[in-house]
């Protein structure tokens, strides 16, 4: 009787001692689980999806007033962005220099065309543009369609990100805020983010498009020529891939 209560007594010990160990690899598991794999999990979640809305919205000049607003986003290696806006029908602007900066002056004055005219530097994430793209329309540079695009230092599934500030260039005046000589915007700064993405689709550049809704906040304000814009704070991200027709 006493052997069979000891060898039960053992075999209830064996089993409570297995729970337990069941138990400490559970818990080994969920804290391996919760404060190591997890949270590098999302590190390279969110590194390879990152958050647009935390992105700069907004560009500024070199005297720190507000410039344009940010409207787009492409995703792609830089050769896919060139080669995508120059099969869209855009050319890539000059440089500011004193050449460039004269000839962009007669051909405004004498309404000559000017598919690559400059167009000035706007700042995001402390630089001024890395690329900058214009589409003619007739008449001169008095009036354009042009872009600036930026470097993220975050991926998108691993491909870069560029934000870009498209808008369109109503006539030539002076600034609202310094008195210089400025391009003044149209306000619909809508139409010419829906523009870079129809155009990009159609040259067959466009792998997929979607919508950061709430992006721009407010959703309207005035840029440092003092010119209004407004828009509906949708950010167009354009996911680009090799251009059906090259230009």
Not at 22 to 43: D, G, K, M, Q
Not at 112 to 121: H, I, N, T, Y
Request: charge should be neutral; proline fraction near 6%; aromatic fraction near 8%.
């Amino acid at each position: 009787m006493d052997t069979e209560s000891s060898r039960a007594g053992e075999s209830g010990q064996a089993r409570r001692r297995a729970r337990w160990r069941r138990r400490l690899w559970i818990l080994a598991a969920w804290a391996v689980a919760a404060y190591l794999i997890v949270p590098r999990l999302w590190e390279l979640y969110f590194r390879e999806h990152p958050a647009y809305a935390q992105a700069p919205h907004l560009t500024h000049t070199s005297d720190q007033h507000p410039g344009d607003p940010v409207n787009v986003a492409l995703v792609g290696a830089e050769a896919d962005v060139v080669a995508g806006m120059k099969a869209a029908g855009w050319f890539p602007a000059d440089p500011i220099t004193l050449e460039s900066s004269l000839k962009i002056a007669a051909d405004s004055v004498l309404r000559r065309s000017d598919d690559e005219a400059p167009v000035s530097d706007l700042f995001l994430f402390g630089r001024k543009q890395d690329l900058a793209f214009e589409q003619p329309v007739p008449g001169g540079p008095r009036q354009r369609h042009h872009i600036r695009y930026w470097r993220w230092d975050k991926t998108d599934d691993g491909r870069p990100v560029w934000f870009g500030a498209a808008t369109y260039d109503e006539r030539v005046g002076l600034s609202y805020t310094t008195g210089q000589v400025t391009h003044h915007i149209g306000p619909d700064v809508d139409a010419e983010r829906d523009r870079i993405a129809a155009e990009l689709s159609r040259a067959g550049c466009v792998q997929d498009v979607r919508s950061i809704e709430g992006f721009q906040h407010p959703p309207e304000g005035r840029n440092g020529g003092g010119d209004v814009w407004r828009t509906d704070g949708k950010l167009a991200v354009i996911a680009l891939r090799p251009c059906a027709r090259a230009r």
